[in-house]
């Protein structure tokens, strides 16, 4: 039950190329006010110009071919928070999915606005509710990717996000936000962000900048100043070569109980080379400063910038604004477990004093808790303002730190993506965490006890020893089936004979 667009006369609704979201909007009227019409399909290879908004109603699909773009026209001279795409109903939507195509925002075209001021979002939601966005090629614009305000359920997902104007993806106290699998670019501000939203889960992202000026800030920014921030879940993200910090968590503003900001866990993460931002100070892996119970598990942070956790609030944002970013109250705590620390060299801004594994600039009001970590060649050393009694100090025996293969060297098995190779070495990470840390999803003989790392608790994790009941055989782990092993022995039979005769 689909409306079709086209650009070649072979469509219900047809473009010439000007003012095309004319021809659009009349095909997304039709949909809303005929409910057998569930989708609106933008046909390629076709670039439909636009000078206004494309409005999209409740319970309606837009979706497009890999090769239609939708371009803001050159010098739009739109007024600010004027977005390409938006909903049809001031009052919100519900049920809307946005897929398969390309948003060009035209940036070059239309240098007359500055980026990250509200102009030319691509796509905006207030007041809604099950919001999808996914499978998008969103880049060269002004302001946000997908920004929605005031909205539940909201998923954004296998997109490829270059060189906006703001950030990604921005939630504005949303409840019940994802985005997972997104392949982004930072540019002026961040990558995903989430404002005095709650409910909020991000993973299997890789976030990186552009080394520019105009880079931005920090790849995931979680920010608090009124309403709940208490469930929020980071993890298995790989961050790089950010402009800003990798992960900035920050509350601020008028005092709050802890209640709401708390609890806020970042785990199984890999950060190299993040916070190459030469004019700021606040650059680092993960900056934090105003949540309480934070947890910081099984990540790697490979050749940060600054150091790799920090608990410290800028005195202003990268813009050079005169913000008050301190938080109001005291007993903010951060627990750091279970992670490998390696590598740490001096900020660029200010350097001395910085190239720590761990640092602590709000002693008087903030504590970092120090558990079973590894920290390696920090340039500065291990800590600032922290300890640590289980902490180890040594080298975690990368797979290849190199090619950022963060799996652990074992004798006894290591994945390498494709099959259990066996290594000359064990790294000491190995059964090395918390012993109260959970360890159930490290595959058998995994010695009772999870890895140090990003690994840890994942069934990528390395082996202790070698595996019961398993063969080895050149270096690699073979399952027992039985076809497997007679293959083996035939083998074994062949090699021997050859030997003997």
């Known amino acids: 039950m689909t409306v079709y667009v086209a650009a070649d006369g072979r469509g219900n609704f047809n473009c010439d190329g000007s003012d095309d979201q004319v021809e659009i909007n009349q095909a997304l009227k039709y949909a809303a006010e005929n409910p057998q019409f569930s989708t609106v399909y933008l046909k390629g290879p076709s670039t439909y110009i636009i000078s206004d908004s494309i409005l999209i109603g409740s319970e309606t699909i837009l979706e497009g071919d890999p090769t239609t773009v939708i371009k803001l026209k050159d010098q739009a001279d739109w007024p600010k928070n004027k977005p390409l795409i938006t909903q049809m109903d001031s009052s919100g939507v519900d049920r809307v999915i946005i897929k398969g195509f390309e948003i060009n925002g035209n940036h070059d075209k239309n240098e007359d606005k500055m980026k990250g001021q509200g102009y030319y979002n691509m796509i905006s939601f207030l007041d809604s509710q099950n919001i999808d966005v996914h499978g998008m090629y969103l880049h060269d614009g002004h302001g946000d990717g997908l920004r929605v305000e005031r909205s539940s359920n909201i998923k954004f997902y296998n997109n490829k996000v270059y060189k906006l104007g703001h950030d990604g993806f921005y939630s504005i106290d949303c409840q019940n936000v994802e985005a997972w699998k997104n392949r982004i670019t930072c540019r002026t501000n961040g990558g995903l962000r989430v404002w005095n939203s709650n409910y909020v889960k991000f993973y299997d992202n890789v976030i990186d900048s552009f080394y520019h000026w105009s880079a931005g800030g920090s790849a995931i920014l979680i920010e608090k100043t009124t309403g709940v921030v208490n469930d929020v879940e980071v993890y ?98 951060t627990i750091v477990r279970n992670n490998i620390i390696v590598d740490t060299q001096n900020r660029t801004k200010d350097p001395d004093g910085t190239g720590y594994g761990v640092i602590n600039y709000l002693p008087s009001t903030h504590t970092i808790v120090m558990e079973n970590n590894c920290l390696y060649n920090n340039i500065a050393g291990d800590y600032m303002n922290a300890r640590s009694t289980s902490d180890i100090h040594v080298d975690p025996h990368f797979a290849n730190e190199k090619e950022h293969d963060y799996h652990l060297k074992s004798t006894g098995g290591r994945w390498n993506g494709k099959t259990w190779v066996k290594d000359p070495v064990s790294s000491p990470c190995i059964d090395a965490g918390h012993p109260d840390s959970d360890y159930s999803k490290e595959p058998g003989n995994n010695g009772g006890r999870i890895n140090i790392g990003r690994y840890g608790n994942t069934e990528c994790a390395s082996i202790s020893g070698n595996i019961p009941g398993y063969v080895v055989w050149w270096n690699q782990i073979f399952s027992p089936e039985w076809k497997t092993f007679r293959l083996l022995l035939r083998i074994f039979s062949l090699f021997c004979f050859n030997v003997l005769y």
């Open 236 to 333: 298995n993200n790989t961050i790089h070569h950010t402009y800003g910090p990798g992960i900035w968590l920050i509350g601020y503003g008028a005092s709050y109980p802890q209640e709401e900001a708390q609890n806020v866990h970042i785990h199984n993460n890999i950060f190299y080379s993040t916070g190459t931002n030469p004019s700021i100070d606040w650059v680092g892996g993960i900056v934090t400063s105003g949540f309480y119970d934070t947890l910081i598990e099984n990540n790697v942070f490979d050749n940060v910038y600054h150091a790799a956790i920090i608990q410290m609030y800028p005195s202003s944002t990268s813009a050079g604004n005169s913000v008050d970013l301190s938080p109001q109250g005291t007993g903010f705590t």
